[in-house]
């Protein structure tokens, strides 16, 4: 099971382009990528997937290099409810109980 | 549609005591799970159901708590007797095999 680091925590203010990395070196050949959002007193909320190379959706953008060992989470111009922790897991999907490990998060804190 | 329902919201009893979770999961959704987020720090898979049947509850303290999920829809996290450690976040959460999972408020759970 593919263990990840991230920073425990960033600041940034609004407007800003917010990049949150993950480090994943051992991660395996089926293994995704995949960023959850929690804000205080909520459950996790998904926000994107990835294998490689780019993806893209409404909310932020996944960054993965060739050798998938780190991915990039990106947040555009955030705002204040962004503020919130972020969590990066990997595993791979459709194997049972492959991509359920929540490590510690980034923590997010957007300032006016 | 309707979110993944989970009640009560919050719990206060005494250790010794037992406390009963309810989770009602997303309408279709084959796999739910419940994790256990102590404060500060990320979620901890308790248990995880494909259908009705378990598929993984390796971090599941057996000797006190136990999980159902009869006709592999509704679900109960029971804690019998509650210590002061237990004292957490209970999610429950649900999803139909990609692993964008879909997380409920959680059940806040204080033992004094």
């Known amino acids: 099971l593919a263990k990840t680091t991230q920073p425990i925590s960033m600041d940034s203010y609004e407007g800003q382009e917010v990049n949150i990395t993950c480090s994943h070196n051992n991660i395996a050949t089926n293994d995704y990528i995949t960023w959850y959002q929690q804000f205080p007193s909520q459950g996790p909320r998904f926000i994107i997937q990835?294998?490689?190379t780019k993806v893209t959706n409404e909310v932020a953008s996944l960054f993965i290099p060739a050798d998938r060992k780190s991915s990039t989470l990106s947040l555009p111009r955030v705002s204040l409810s962004d503020t919130a922790v972020y969590y990066c897991l990997v595993g791979e999907p459709h194997n049972a109980g492959n991509m359920l490990t929540f490590g510690g998060g980034t923590r997010l804190m957007v300032k006016p | 549609e309707a979110g993944v329902a989970q009640s009560p919201r919050y719990k206060i009893i005494e250790k010794r005591q037992s406390v009963a979770f309810w989770c009602n999961p997303i309408?279709?959704?084959?796999?739910l799970y419940w994790y256990q987020q102590i404060l500060g720090q990320g979620p901890k898979l308790l248990i995880q159901?494909?259908?009705?049947?378990?598929?993984?509850d390796s971090q599941l303290p057996k000797d006190r708590f136990s999980a159902e999920r009869l006709k592999g829809v509704d679900s109960t996290l029971k804690i019998q007797p509650a210590k002061l450690e237990d004292s957490a976040v209970y999610l429950c959460a649900s999803d139909w095999g990609v692993n964008e999972q879909f997380f409920g408020p959680g059940t806040r759970l204080t033992v004094l």
């Open positions: 159901f494909q259908n009705n049947g378990v598929v993984d």
């Open positions: 990835g294998y490689k």
């Open positions: 309408s279709g959704h084959a796999t």
